[in-house]
């Protein structure tokens, strides 16, 4: 197997990995996800989607390198609505006007709105939350995708 390869693997294993504990967090720890935290699991998707088409030829890699460097771009978009730097979509965050609604417009709205909020860090290490540890993970599986290249080359 040459360097490429098994930097390529390394890359897919990965995405895997963040993947694999995700759905940890969601169904053994119980920690039910956001709308952006599920937004951050589809890149991954397609990185492993990437990694089977290696037995194939194509832009393999860069597939890979795109769907990581996408979820660490959600990651970081999650991270500043978590930590208040900017708000996040209205379908998971608090905030905007309510002034102008009627009791009936703010109870609908209430009852429409999901359970996990994403403005809100459930889990966090070092400092850091989920979305933050995905967004700085996904983006050195991205250089790993894009070392395979250059490996190759």
């Known amino acids: 197997m040459t360097r490429s390869r098994r930097v390529q693997m390394l890359a897919l294993a990965g995405s895997a990995g963040l993947l694999l504990?995700?759905?940890a967090f969601q169904y053994i720890g119980g920690m039910a996800p956001c709308a952006l935290c599920i937004w951050q699991r589809w890149p991954h998707v397609v990185a492993l989607v990437a990694g089977a088409g290696l037995i194939l030829p194509?832009?393999?890699?860069?597939l890979g390198a795109l769907g990581t460097a996408g979820s660490g771009v959600i990651g970081v978009y999650h991270t500043g609505v978590e930590r208040g730097w900017w708000e996040g979509p209205s379908s998971c965050t608090s905030g905007g006007d309510l002034s102008g609604?009627?009791?009936q417009e703010l109870l609908n709205?209430?009852?429409?709105?999901?359970?996990?909020?994403?403005?809100?860090?459930p889990w966090e290490m070092l400092g850091l939350s989920m979305a933050s540890w995905n967004a700085v993970l996904s983006f050195g599986l991205a250089g790993l995708w894009l070392l395979s290249l250059r490996l190759r080359g």
């Open 101 to 103: 609604l009627t009791a």
């Open 58 to 62: 194509g832009p393999w890699a860069v």
């Open 109 to 121: 709205q209430i009852m429409a709105a999901p359970v996990v909020r994403c403005d809100e860090v």
């Open 21 to 23: 504990g995700a759905l």
